[in-house]
């Protein structure tokens, strides 16, 4: 069920690409964040390359996987 949503959430990501686009990233259990091309980063790695505030990047917690 968790992947099915994730392949849809990337789908979308890829549809919506360009100008105004939006990134989804996942929590993963580890405590790592997955990325739309499949990167793995830290919360400290990924807070540097997206402030807190970003506008068009979205982290979904596992619970919210498994909607």
């Known amino acids: ?3 099915d949503l994730e392949r849809r959430l990337r789908r979308l990501e890829m549809e919506t690409s360009g100008p105004g686009a939006f990134e989804i990233w996942c929590e993963q259990d580890d405590g790592t964040l997955r ?4 990167q ?5 790695a ?9 506008p068009d ?8 996987a498994r909607l």
């Open 35 to 38: 990325g739309p091309s499949g």
């Open 46 to 54: 990924f807070y540097r390359l997206h402030p807190p505030g970003s």
């Open 57 to 64: 990047v979205f982290i979904i917690s596992a619970c919210d």
């Open 1 to 3: 069920m968790r992947r």
């Open 40 to 44: 793995r980063l830290t919360r400290k």
